[in-house]
């Protein structure tokens, strides 16, 4: 007896301890090294972050702190394993300012080149050079340098200024850096999740011919930039995506030389000082570098987005003119489309009993969750489950395993007829909103509904497309409602891209693709195109590369009808932003609002930051003497709030970009303006003399008191003609 209560306390006792040793957790700690810190080597910043450190506390039983990451490019600090105790004995120390536990990210998860005009050998692309030469830096969860997608075929040697690493094997003239940031996984640093082999392919993956997946979207896979270089710095493991791992991603990235960086990451917006790819951001264009991240895939609601910061392009998602189509035929002879890669050839083409489980009220067993079909006859059953709460694979999982023959899953309502093709474990069909109902009516219509599946493969040229999809994240921006977010959408449903393995177990070829849909997907898109911008025209700034694809975006769709969103309706502009990505008009913009980095410190103090708050994302002594409201920044856009009889007037300063000697106007056509609402342009004709010139004008946006406006929000648009140039901005008025 006395020796069990004796193993009781020991067992209390550790246990104690590894509670006390588990509270140690990962902070960000920002320093002040503007009094009196001189850094000549690295060692020596690494030094002074050292001693920082608490050598001790007052607990016997705690592990002592220990740094994980020092930053030298992009944040004044590191990060370290502390406990709440450690930051307490840090905080009377000289040069500390804060520390902030890190945050943890989400990673926001062929056919596109030709959809955005870009033809091999031709036009844009050709004269770009397919991005030769622009190095395009990626943060995720690895890749996989093995896939042919990252052949070096055509692709020169990396530029002299690159001074990356290679720290795993199977670097290349494509893939030219690899460095991980993680503790690595699986004993391996290469990709493991699949995500990041995805979306550095999509940005830069070089031509892979016969690409396809389950056999569907055959073709060439190639991505945006095919002869850009590409560094992979791995920030994310299976699970997730510490944000100290990606500050030292981002910190070696710019040290490293990128051009371009592309960031499929995110978390619900913080302040910009305190959100870890913002300050990294904010570095990168004081460098020269632009940087690309994707908006987040929390749509349809408003105020969904992520990386909102000006300086970032903050990149929604589109659909393609591309669908995989599995077609639902019902017994009473209607076919409804929807979508799904795997798509068996052995599917019996008779009508299979129909049946949905959700039918009794059961949440769950509408939803398929797992376990939820366990008393429910479906099989040999065509099942129907509700989108929502579980994966969309995982509900055919269930279905199977209950003994379904099939399922068809329903988008609910906020999904609209936004579908998804995936690779499904059974045979499936994904459709709309719509179809769901009218499915759901004639099961109850009938005592013995029946269904069968059509698989009809690839069909190209879905002239609906681009629509914007409803998991595509919605401005207005939470942390900066004065600027309009977000800037562009661009393809980010059901993509075609490189994969590290294969889906159909094949291991007699390395030439393995994916369809994956997110905003992740889009971002690269993105980043891509900014690189062959950067190729075509190296002297532009990352403000002048944001502004080319904005003001030169599309607002029409192949149908010829403005852009539409899951509702079937147009979609408002707090999910398309500026519009479309159109490639070759961005290469030729015209006109273009440039920004330098120390024109965002005004705007910073005029968001309500400290000196100190603006600092930390500069990285220098700031004082918050001069302020701008967020409107008067040089964007390409506008968002404001107006009063009834309230007026407000913003300056612009456009820079020219294509011809010396040409004049622009605004006339009244090209204004577009809600109702209630006046817009007076002080300066209707620009006349420039040469390249490079700038020209500012100022436009007062006037709301009538006379005239009743019932809606929160009203937009519309302004754009300067000049023969073959048309530059447009939009803007979206909050009614106060």
Same mark, same amino acid.
């Given at each position: 007896?006395a020796?069990?209560i004796?193993?009781?306390?020991?067992t209390?006792?550790?246990t104690?301890?590894?509670a006390?040793?588990?509270?140690?957790?990962?902070?960000?700690?920002?320093?002040?090294?503007?009094?009196?810190q001189h850094?000549i080597?690295k060692?020596?910043r690494?030094?002074?972050?050292?001693?920082f450190?608490?050598?001790?506390t007052?607990s016997?039983?705690?592990?002592p702190a220990?740094?994980?990451?020092?930053?030298h490019?992009?944040?004044?600090?590191?990060?370290?394993?502390?406990s709440?105790?450690?930051?307490?004995?840090?905080?009377?120390?000289?040069?500390f300012?804060?520390?902030?536990?890190?945050?943890?990210?989400?990673k926001?998860?062929?056919h596109?080149?030709?959809?955005?005009g870009?033809?091999?050998?031709l036009?844009?692309?050709?004269?770009?050079?397919?991005g030769k030469g622009v190095i395009?830096?990626?943060l995720?969860?690895?890749?996989t340098?093995?896939?042919?997608?990252?052949?070096d075929n055509?692709?020169p040697?990396p530029p002299?200024k690159?001074?990356g690493k290679?720290?795993?094997?199977?670097?290349?003239?494509?893939?030219?850096?690899m460095r991980?940031?993680?503790?690595?996984?699986?004993g391996t640093?290469f990709?493991q999740?699949?995500h990041?082999?995805h979306?550095?392919?999509?940005?830069?993956?070089?031509f892979v011919n016969?690409?396809?997946v389950l056999?569907n979207a055959?073709?060439t896979?190639?991505?945006?930039?095919?002869?850009?270089h590409?560094?992979?710095?791995?920030?994310c493991?299976l699970l997730?995506?510490p944000?100290?791992?990606i500050?030292a991603g981002?910190?070696?990235a710019?040290?490293?030389?990128?051009?371009v960086?592309s960031?499929s990451?995110?978390?619900d917006?913080?302040?910009f000082?305190?959100?870890?790819?913002?300050v990294?951001?904010?570095?990168a264009?004081?460098?020269?570098i632009?940087?690309a991240?994707?908006?987040?895939n929390?749509?349809?609601?408003n105020s969904?987005?992520?990386?909102?910061?000006p300086?970032i392009?903050t990149?929604?998602?589109s659909t393609?003119?591309r669908?995989?189509v599995?077609s639902?035929?019902?017994?009473?002879?209607?076919?409804l489309?929807?979508?799904?890669i795997?798509q068996?050839k052995d599917f019996?083409?008779?009508?299979?009993?129909?049946?949905y489980?959700?039918?009794n009220?059961d949440?769950?067993?509408?939803?398929?969750?797992?376990?939820?079909?366990?008393?429910?006859?479906?099989k040999g059953?065509?099942v129907?489950c509700?989108?929502g709460i579980n994966?969309?694979?995982?509900k055919?999982?269930?279905?199977?395993?209950a003994?379904?023959?099939?399922?068809?899953l329903?988008?609910?309502v906020a999904e609209?007829?936004?579908?998804?093709?995936?690779?499904?474990v059974?045979p499936?069909s994904h459709v709309g909103y719509?179809? @769901? /109902?009218a499915i759901k009516?004639?099961?109850s &219509?009938t005592? %013995?509904p029946?269904?069968? =599946?059509l698989?009809? !493969?690839?069909?190209? @040229? /879905?002239d609906s497309a681009p629509?914007?999809? &409803?998991?595509? %994240?919605?401005?207005p921006? =939470?942390q900066?409602? !004065?600027?309009?977010?977000p800037?562009?959408?661009g393809?980010?449903?059901?993509?075609?891209a490189?994969w590290?393995?294969? =889906?159909?177990?094949?291991?007699?070829?390395s030439?393995?693709?994916?369809i994956?849909?997110?905003t992740?997907?889009?971002?690269p898109h993105l980043?891509?195109i900014?690189?062959?911008l950067?190729?075509s025209?190296?002297?532009?700034s990352p403000?002048?590369?944001k502004?080319a694809?904005?003001t030169s975006?599309?607002?029409?769709?192949l149908n010829?009808?403005?852009?539409?969103?899951?509702?079937e309706?147009g979609a408002n502009i707090?999910?398309?932003?500026?519009?479309?990505?159109?490639p070759s008009?961005a290469n030729?913009p015209?006109?273009?609002?440039?920004?330098?980095?120390?024109d965002?410190?005004?705007y910073l103090?005029g968001?309500g930051y400290?000196?100190?708050?603006?600092g930390?994302?500069?990285k220098k002594?700031?004082s918050?003497s001069?302020?701008?409201?967020?409107?008067?920044?040089n964007?390409?856009?506008y968002?404001?709030?107006?009063a009834?009889?309230e007026?407000k007037?913003y300056?612009?300063t456009?820079?020219?970009?294509?011809?010396a000697?040409s004049?622009?106007?605004i006339?009244v056509p090209?204004?577009v303006?809600?109702?209630?609402i006046v817009?007076?342009?002080?300066?209707?004709t620009l006349?420039?003399?040469?390249?490079?010139?700038r020209?500012?004008?100022?436009?007062?946006?006037?709301?009538?008191?006379?005239?009743?406006i019932?809606?929160?929000y009203g937009?519309g648009?302004m754009?300067?003609?000049s023969g073959?140039?048309?530059?447009?901005t939009?803007?979206v008025?909050?009614f106060?």
């Amino acid at each position: 007896m006395a020796y069990s209560i004796l193993v009781l306390i020991l067992t209390t006792i550790l246990t104690f301890i590894s509670a006390n040793a588990a509270e140690l957790e990962t902070y960000i700690v920002h320093l002040d090294s503007s009094k009196g810190q001189h850094f000549i080597q690295k060692q020596d910043r690494q030094n002074w972050y050292h001693s920082f450190l608490p050598r001790t506390t007052s607990s016997a039983n705690e592990e002592p702190a220990a740094m994980v990451f020092a930053y030298h490019n992009v944040l004044n600090g590191f990060a370290a394993k502390l406990s709440a105790e450690h930051v307490k004995a840090m905080e009377n120390m000289e040069g500390f300012l804060y520390a902030r536990p890190q945050r943890v990210y989400m990673k926001h998860t062929t056919h596109t080149p030709n959809f955005l005009g870009l033809h091999q050998n031709l036009g844009f692309w050709a004269g770009s050079n397919y991005g030769k030469g622009v190095i395009i830096g990626v943060l995720d969860t690895g890749t996989t340098p093995s896939h042919p997608s990252f052949n070096d075929n055509g692709v020169p040697p990396p530029p002299a200024k690159w001074k990356g690493k290679c720290e795993i094997g199977g670097c290349n003239n494509k893939l030219i850096g690899m460095r991980d940031f993680t503790t690595g996984e699986n004993g391996t640093q290469f990709d493991q999740d699949g995500h990041g082999t995805h979306t550095s392919s999509t940005a830069a993956g070089n031509f892979v011919n016969d690409a396809s997946v389950l056999g569907n979207a055959k073709g060439t896979a190639v991505g945006m930039a095919p002869l850009a270089h590409v560094a992979m710095y791995k920030v994310c493991t299976l699970l997730d995506c510490p944000e100290s791992a990606i500050i030292a991603g981002l910190d070696a990235a710019v040290e490293d030389g990128v051009d371009v960086l592309s960031i499929s990451l995110g978390l619900d917006p913080n302040p910009f000082y305190l959100d870890g790819i913002a300050v990294g951001a904010f570095t990168a264009i004081q460098k020269g570098i632009f940087v690309a991240c994707s908006a987040g895939n929390s749509g349809p609601s408003n105020s969904t987005l992520a990386n909102d910061a000006p300086w970032i392009l903050t990149v929604g998602a589109s659909t393609l003119d591309r669908k995989i189509v599995a077609s639902v035929s019902l017994g009473n002879k209607d076919v409804l489309d929807g979508e799904s890669i795997f798509q068996p050839k052995d599917f019996p083409q008779t009508y299979l009993p129909l049946v949905y489980p959700g039918s009794n009220g059961d949440k769950n067993m509408s939803l398929c969750m797992e376990g939820s079909l366990d008393r429910v006859d479906v099989k040999g059953k065509v099942v129907v489950c509700d989108r929502g709460i579980n994966g969309r694979i995982e509900k055919g999982q269930v279905v199977k395993d209950a003994g379904g023959a099939a399922m068809i899953l329903l988008n609910q309502v906020a999904e609209g007829d936004s579908t998804l093709a995936d690779v499904h474990v059974l045979p499936a069909s994904h459709v709309g909103y719509k179809e @769901g /109902v009218a499915i759901k009516t004639y099961i109850s &219509s009938t005592a %013995s509904p029946t269904a069968t =599946l059509l698989f009809q !493969g690839t069909v190209v @040229g /879905v002239d609906s497309a681009p629509a914007v999809t &409803s998991f595509s %994240s919605r401005g207005p921006s =939470l942390q900066s409602p !004065g600027i309009l977010k977000p800037d562009i959408i661009g393809p980010g449903v059901s993509m075609l891209a490189a994969w590290p393995v294969s =889906l159909e177990n094949n291991t007699q070829t390395s030439s393995t693709f994916n369809i994956m849909s997110g905003t992740s997907m889009s971002c690269p898109h993105l980043a891509g195109i900014a690189a062959l911008l950067k190729a075509s025209h190296p002297d532009w700034s990352p403000a002048t590369i944001k502004s080319a694809i904005m003001t030169s975006a599309d607002q029409v769709s192949l149908n010829g009808k403005p852009i539409e969103d899951e509702r079937e309706l147009g979609a408002n502009i707090f999910a398309v932003g500026s519009g479309h990505v159109n490639p070759s008009k961005a290469n030729n913009p015209g006109l273009v609002f440039d920004i330098e980095p120390d024109d965002y410190i005004p705007y910073l103090c005029g968001l309500g930051y400290t000196s100190q708050q603006v600092g930390i994302i500069v990285k220098k002594t700031v004082s918050c003497s001069k302020t701008i409201p967020e409107g008067q920044l040089n964007y390409p856009s506008y968002a404001m709030t107006l009063a009834s009889g309230e007026n407000k007037t913003y300056s612009r300063t456009v820079t020219n970009v294509g011809e010396a000697d040409s004049t622009y106007t605004i006339s009244v056509p090209d204004v577009v303006v809600p109702d209630g609402i006046v817009v007076v342009v002080h300066n209707s004709t620009l006349k420039f003399t040469q390249v490079n010139q700038r020209l500012t004008y100022d436009l007062t946006f006037r709301r009538s008191n006379s005239v009743e406006i019932n809606v929160p929000y009203g937009e519309g648009a302004m754009a300067w003609r000049s023969g073959k140039y048309l530059v447009r901005t939009p803007f979206v008025i909050k009614f106060v």
